[in-house]
Structure formats: structure tokens, C-alpha cells
Antibody
Framework: EVQLMESGGGLVKPGGSLRLSCAAS????????MNWVRQAPGKGLEWVSS????????FYGDSVKGRFTISRDNAKNSLYLQMDSLRAEDTAVYYCARAVRLVFDALDIWGQGTMVTVSS | EIVLTQSPGTLSLSPGERATLSCRAS???????LAWYQQKPGQAPRLLIY???SRATGIPDRFSGSGSGTDFTLTISRLEPEDFAVYYC??????????FGQGTKVEIK
């Protein structure tokens, strides 16, 4: 079964750091571009970051640029999001999602999400 | 940055009725790179349509997408009870950022 599973969410104070992980299974992870998308409580979807299969193309949304770092380990079938200098407005469910073909593409497989709460 | 505006905000319909959801872009979406997602409470989004009109794997044919340029439509030909949810459009042109619309809620009338 094709699956993505996020972990690493939790409660963190403003200014703190958190590292999210996304474990992939059921497909050849190393051949797909991957994304992080977040959703604040009761709000819509916001694209956070994209990375291509070789980690040669990496992009970030303006709201997280300079604070978040996306990476991947194809040998471990894993995607990561290092989140530093966290703010209250980063509070959201964070989803990892697989791109259909290209680094910017529709997202056909999603994880169940992990909640990040930034609060003092 | 391309801004996507979805309308209406809420659509109140009965099972069996036809639903027509709109997504309008602030500038032309390149190569019809537009997708539609369905999201139910507590669940991750589910891809329904990509490239404006291609159904994703396993999506019933009552879901269809159309449009190009700046105007796109998702049509659900006959609403089933499981179709009541929030729907998002997304554009994914050839440069960042990917952007999503604010969503349309389809609720039972």
C-alpha cells in the first residue's frame, strides 16, 4: 500500500525548533518530488516547501523562507522539515505529500498529518 | 503570485443534485496546471482532478473538471452522501509558489 506517515509534531515555545519526519512506503520514494503543506486550525491549505527527487531543486513559501529547511534521505525513504524560529502563526497540521510528476505538481498521496502547536 | 478565488464559499445542495464549483485565478494558469482536492473533517486532502480535467486514480466519473486560462470548474454530476465536504483548487505552474484557493464547502441542504 502506498503510504506516507508524518511524525515529530508537538508543542513548542515561540522561537523554538522542531523537526518533522515523513516515512514513505509502498512506492519508489527516490523517484518522486515531495512537498510539505500545512493547514492552520479551521483554515485552508498552505503550501510550505517542495524538493525534487535529487534534492537539487528546493523551494519555500515566503512565510517560512529562511526559517524552515526541507531535506530528504532516499536511502531511508524519508522526508524531513526542520523548523526553526517558530512563531505562533506556524501552528498548523503539517502534511507531507507526493507530487504526481514534477517538483511543482498536483499532490496525489498525502500523509495523515502531524500537529504543530507554537505557544508559550 | 497567482491568487485563486473559489466561489461560492458554501454550496447547500441535496443528494442527487448537481454541484458546480468555481475557481478563478488572478492571472493565467500555465498549461492548465490546476488541481482539485476534497477534504473531509479530520482527514487529509484527497486528489480528485489534475491538469484541470484528468481524474486521479480511483475517482468516480461523477467528478469532472474543466476550464483553462483563469477560469476553472469542478462539477459533481449527482451528489452522493459521501461527497459533502470542502473542496480546494490548487495551481502548480512552472514556478513557486503553489497556491490553493480558500475552499468551497458543499453541505447538505
Amino acid at each position: 500500500e502506498v503510504q506516507l506517515m508524518e511524525s515529530g509534531g508537538g508543542l513548542v515555545k515561540p522561537g523554538g525548533s522542531l523537526r518533522l519526519s515523513c516515512a514513505a512506503s509502498g512506492f519508489t520514494f527516490g523517484t518522486y518530488s515531495m512537498n510539505w503543506v500545512r493547514q492552520a486550525p479551521g483554515k485552508g491549505l498552505e503550501w510550505v516547501s517542495s524538493i525534487n527527487s535529487y534534492s537539487t531543486y528546493i523551494f519555500y513559501g515566503d512565510s517560512v523562507k529562511g526559517r524552515f529547511t526541507i531535506s530528504r534521505d532516499n536511502a531511508k525513504n524519508s522526508l524531513y522539515l526542520q523548523m526553526d524560529s517558530l512563531r505562533a502563526e506556524d501552528t498548523a497540521v503539517y502534511y507531507c505529500a507526493r507530487a504526481v510528476r514534477l517538483v511543482f505538481d498536483a499532490l496525489d498521496i498525502w500523509g495523515q498529518g502531524t500537529m504543530v502547536t507554537v505557544s508559550s | 503570485e497567482i491568487v485563486l478565488t473559489q466561489s461560492p464559499g458554501t454550496l447547500s445542495l441535496s443528494p442527487g443534485e448537481r454541484a458546480t464549483l468555481s475557481c478563478r485565478a488572478s492571472q493565467s494558469v500555465s498549461s492548465t496546471y490546476l488541481a482539485w482536492y476534497q477534504q473531509k473533517p479530520g482527514q487529509a486532502p484527497r486528489l480528485l482532478i489534475y491538469d484541470a480535467s484528468s481524474r486521479a486514480t480511483g475517482i468516480p466519473d461523477r467528478f469532472s473538471g474543466s476550464g483553462s486560462g483563469t477560469d476553472f470548474t469542478l462539477t459533481i454530476s449527482r451528489l452522493e452522501p459521501e461527497d459533502f465536504a470542502v473542496y480546494y483548487c490548487q495551481q502548480y505552474g512552472d514556478s513557486p509558489p503553489n497556491t490553493f484557493g480558500q475552499g468551497t464547502k458543499v453541505e447538505i441542504k
